[in-house]
């Protein structure tokens, strides 16, 4: 039953007031640099972002970082978006975010 499915490589990042966008971003290029030069039929990266309401009261702003990366998994407008930049993301929090 599972033959058909996707291996999948998590990466976490634990949010928090003190969180930066920088570190958000870090998380994200883990998971692209793993899926670089894979067989993306057989394997999807994904990003944790744990308690990323915590993130929300953040005075830096760091989820802003997210709009770009859940687009086309570029941030600079210079970088290409390809196939290996674009990871799953799964958002855990324990409040509607944005109400």
Request: net charge negative; with cysteine.
């Amino acid at each position: 039953m599972f033959k058909n499915f996707k291996e999948i490589h998590m990466v976490s990042f634990q949010c928090s007031p003190l969180a930066t966008s920088d570190g958000i971003v870090g998380t994200f290029r883990q998971c692209q640099k793993y899926q670089k030069k894979k067989d993306l039929s057989k394997l999807t990266s994904v990003v944790i972002l744990d308690e990323v309401g915590l993130a929300e009261d953040s005075e830096k702003m760091p989820l802003k970082a997210l709009h770009p990366l859940l687009e086309d998994g570029c941030i600079d407008d210079d970088d290409l978006p390809t196939p290996d930049k674009k990871v799953a993301f799964v958002g855990i929090s324990n409040w509607a975010l944005d109400p």
